[in-house]
């Protein structure tokens, strides 16, 4: 057999074994979502307190637009923030670990930063820049920076320093090391920061529209509340969830892509 068809059943291989994972959940999901329907009407559990699967899908369907236009917002916001806090945290942790009085002189002031609950923290930037989609990526950006700094950090240090000796015996420069040892040593540890600012960066900006905006699920969710409409809250905590697993199941499928070699570890 030729090596283009080898390659072509490994990728149908592959194809067919993602594809059987993901209806693999799918089921789960579905099977757990007739198991809490079934505990809920046998049980006669009242809605406020458990609203059945079947109640949260009618209410989403009686209103879609105005639950996938607030998903899209609070997407936006979200992205725009975890872009930048990544960037900035990958950016802070190789100038923290290049230049050692930058890392003592700034680094406690970043731990110190988020000390600051991000209520009160929003409420500032909120007058800086008013209700907008700015400020609730700020918001966003504001706690997921941090755990992208600190793992670099962590991937930085791990590194053996043998083998940063050998490129420079063989007279590679700084950027040469950065970019062809630390940072591919350091990318598993990123990686699992990214997957976590992820889910701050949802949760920063669904805070920051509490503090005032027309649309987002943090808007839905306190119209919810202050109508005491618990279905509605539910179904904005499942759009939330759904966001965050669809953020999630991103990063892992690009460290899966660009993290190659730890499959084979």
């Not at 590194?159 to 420079?168: C, E, H, S, T, Y």
């Not at 949760?203 to 987002?216: K, L, N």
């Given at each position: 057999m030729s090596l283009s068809g080898l390659s072509g059943i490994s990728l149908s291989a592959v194809t067919t074994g993602r594809f059987a994972s993901i209806l693999k959940s799918l089921i789960w999901i579905a099977v757990f979502l007739g198991g809490v329907e079934l505990i809920v009407v046998a049980l006669a559990i009242r809605p406020y307190y458990l609203p059945r699967p079947s109640a949260l899908a009618a209410a989403f369907l009686a209103t879609p637009q105005a639950y996938l236009l607030s998903m899209w917002r609070t997407l936006l916001e979200t992205m725009i923030g975890f872009v930048a806090g990544s960037l900035f945290g990958i950016a802070m942790g190789v100038l923290f670990h290049r230049w050692t009085t930058l890392r003592e002189l700034f680094f406690p002031l970043f731990v110190v930063s988020q000390t600051i609950p991000v209520i009160a923290f929003g409420a500032v930037v909120v007058l800086w820049f008013g209700n907008t989609l700015l400020a609730k990526a700020v918001i966003s950006f504001y706690i997921s920076f941090l755990p992208v700094t600190?793992?670099?950090?962590?991937?930085?240090?791990?590194?053996?320093?043998?083998?940063?000796?050998?490129?420079?015996?063989?007279?590679?420069?700084?950027?040469?090391?950065?970019?062809?040892?630390?940072?591919?040593?350091?990318?598993?540890?990123?990686?699992?920061?990214?997957?976590?600012?992820?889910?701050?960066?949802?949760?920063?900006?669904?805070?920051?529209?509490?503090?005032?905006?027309?649309?987002?699920?943090?808007?839905?969710?306190?119209?919810?509340?202050?109508?005491?409409?618990?279905?509605?809250?539910?179904?904005?905590?499942?759009?939330?969830?759904?966001?965050?697993?669809?953020?999630?199941?991103?990063?892992?499928?690009?460290?899966?892509?660009?993290?190659?070699?730890?499959?084979?570890?």
């Open positions: 600190v793992n670099t950090l962590l991937g930085f240090a791990a590194v053996d320093p043998r083998q940063v000796a050998l490129m420079r015996s063989f007279g590679a420069r700084e950027g040469q090391i950065l970019t062809r040892l630390y940072l591919p040593a350091a990318l598993p540890q990123i990686f699992v920061a990214l997957k976590l600012a992820s889910s701050l960066s949802l949760v920063g900006a669904i805070v920051g529209e509490w503090f005032g905006d027309t649309t987002g699920l943090g808007v839905l969710l306190l119209q919810a509340m202050y109508n005491e409409n618990v279905v509605g809250i539910w179904v904005t905590i499942v759009a939330s969830a759904c966001l965050g697993m669809g953020l999630y199941a991103i990063v892992s499928e690009a460290e899966r892509r660009i993290v190659f070699w730890g499959a084979e570890q």
